[in-house]
């Protein structure tokens, strides 16, 4: 804590409230995110990550063993969170969620960059662990998709054959990222059209 001379506590200063062990590991997590986002994963340091989130080496290593370990959750957590939110609502058409859904996501990219750009990096990580943590995200985004799709009675009986379906979510998958990304770092594109452009895509995709 900081002090003025004479040992007085600063004006308006306060004691820091003592994180919770969840808390804690968010807030790493979170750190984590940030700088695997604007790093490759070989530039990043744990002892970086310490540094910022206040704490000591042997307080990050308790909560993750090594750096690999301490990706795969940043990963995991950032895969969890869009699982979550773009869940769909039972008995509600596919199409009449998409642009909601869709609007849902990329509020997700834009509030949580760091953390979309963070997920997405791993797929270029050395460590077998980590791109392994991605690719279990990417196919539970592949599973949820297309489970929502063959629930769908208006749509279940005109989708292409299961393999077909799963290489055209894939490959929407890939289009939704490399869009999202873009519209992140450079694009003029407003959210409204970028929304538009990846519902059309999707609809193409698996000939709706």
Request: one cysteine or more; hydrophobic letters at 45%.
């Amino acid at each position: 804590m900081t002090r003025e001379r004479g040992g007085a506590t600063a004006p308006g200063e306060r004691t820091r409230r003592r994180l919770s062990t969840q808390e804690r590991r968010e807030q790493l997590l979170a750190v984590g995110a940030r700088l695997f986002a604007q790093a490759p994963y070989g530039d990043v340091w744990i002892e970086e990550v310490a540094e910022i989130a206040g704490v000591s080496r042997g307080l990050l290593y308790h909560y993750f063993p090594n750096k690999r370990d301490f990706f795969a959750a940043v990963v995991q957590r950032e895969s969890q969170r869009m699982l979550r939110l773009t869940a769909a609502v039972p008995g509600i058409p596919v199409r009449d969620q998409l642009g909601t859904g869709l609007d849902t996501f990329l509020e997700y990219v834009a509030t949580h960059a760091h953390g979309f750009r963070a997920f997405h990096r791993a797929e270029a990580a050395g460590d077998p662990a980590v791109r392994a943590a991605y690719q279990e995200g990417l196919a539970a985004h592949e599973e949820q998709i297309m489970a929502t799709l063959a629930a769908d009675p208006h749509i279940a009986d005109r989708l292409p054959a299961p393999d077909v379906l799963r290489l055209a979510v894939r490959g929407w998958l890939a289009f939704l990222v490399a869009v999202c990304l873009d519209w992140l770092d450079a694009s003029r594109l407003t959210r409204e059209q970028v929304r538009d452009l990846c519902a059309r895509a999707l609809v193409g995709a698996i000939g709706l």
